[in-house]
């Protein structure tokens, strides 16, 4: 009996090759979900996953996110299936960011890479073909991130590590869903989790990984240890650096970029719907206009750099569709 075909699509055509009637079916039922739910930021699609699921294998889908970037996770999955409709974008401010700086020399560094979307992304041709480090806290993850890295020739190093203030440490992570694991410490009650070693920012400089005065973007998505994991990098963020974080629409102190501005002394700068362009934000008060959901996070650009300042701000306003 031959082996089942790979599943594989192709978000440039819409082509699904190598499902099964049924699994056709289903990708159409995560389709249609997605596009469901988009008014209400994708509420409810994990749930409608979850019952399309107990009607198919599991098994792994790699979708083209482009002609030189392949990604893949569980089909089904409640979180990265929003991609098998191809009228949804993935946090597009910070595609946009990226596509705008492809002719730059950098190394980005994917804090929180959970399965390397980001880190796929970054290293791909049309992206600048840029070094990558990848840097996940979740034994899970960092096997599905692996496997990207597989998929992509191994052009992006993996380190299993929680990103936080100090290195050597140990730390507990624990939840249900592969993008929202929190770090805290271990209860002792027996709840699921493990124990993970944790590393800085700035030891990236002392490992060699990267160099003073090197250019970098770094994206942290931490399990809500965005501020621990930048007074962790105060080296690195007098670095030729941005850094992307997410400010959480439900925090309405600001507390992330109040760090950031008030005590790291950075330029902030965040992606406003209604101009469609990246505004400096000068006084926090403008994330009370633009943060206009609590069920999600905002991201910010913060940087210490004039070149990466000059960059952010020549970034023309993105079309309307």
């Not at 996940?136 to 020739?153: D, I, P, Q, V, W």
């Not at 009650?189 to 800085?200: H, L, T």
Request: aromatic residues 10%.
């Amino acid at each position: 009996m031959s082996a089942v075909p790979p599943m594989s699509y192709d978000r440039a055509t819409g082509r699904l090759e190598g499902a099964t009637a049924v699994e056709r079916c289903a990708a159409l039922a995560f389709k249609a979900g997605a596009r469901a739910s988009s008014p209400m930021h994708y509420r409810g699609f994990s749930v409608g996953c979850r019952m399309v699921n107990t009607l198919i294998d599991q098994r792994e889908i790699m979708v083209m996110l482009n002609e030189d970037a392949r990604f893949a996770f569980p089909f089904g999955d409640g979180y990265w299936s929003l991609l098998l409709d191809r009228g949804f974008v993935y946090e597009g401010e910070i595609e946009q960011f990226l596509r705008s700086i492809a002719d730059v020399d950098y190394c980005f560094v994917d804090g929180g890479a959970n399965f390397g979307f980001w880190s796929v992304l970054a290293s791909s041709r049309p992206f600048g073909s840029h070094p990558v480090i990848s840097i996940e806290a979740s034994t899970a993850n960092a096997a599905r991130l692996s496997r990207n890295a597989e998929l992509n020739g191994g052009r992006f190093k993996i380190l299993h590590r929680a990103l936080g203030l100090t290195s050597g440490n140990q730390v507990w992570l624990s939840g249900a869903k592969h993008e929202a694991f929190r770090v805290g410490e271990d209860a002792g009650d027996g709840a699921a989790g493990e124990s993970v070693e944790m590393i800085s920012l700035d030891s990236l400089l002392d490992q060699g990984l990267v160099s003073a005065g090197q250019r970098l973007v770094i994206k942290l998505d931490v399990e809500g240890m965005e501020i621990e994991a930048a007074r962790g990098g105060k080296r690195i963020l007098a670095n030729e650096t941005v850094i992307i974080v997410e400010d959480h629409g439900a925090d309405r102190a600001h507390t992330v970029s109040r760090y950031l501005l008030e005590e790291a002394g950075c330029r902030l700068f965040v992606f406003d719907e209604a101009s469609q362009s990246y505004e400096a934000l000068t006084e926090l008060s403008v994330l009370d206009r633009i943060k206009t959901s609590t069920a999600f996070g905002y991201n910010v650009f913060a940087t210490n750099s004039a070149y990466w300042e000059e960059r952010i701000r020549s970034i023309p306003p993105l079309k309307r569709h």
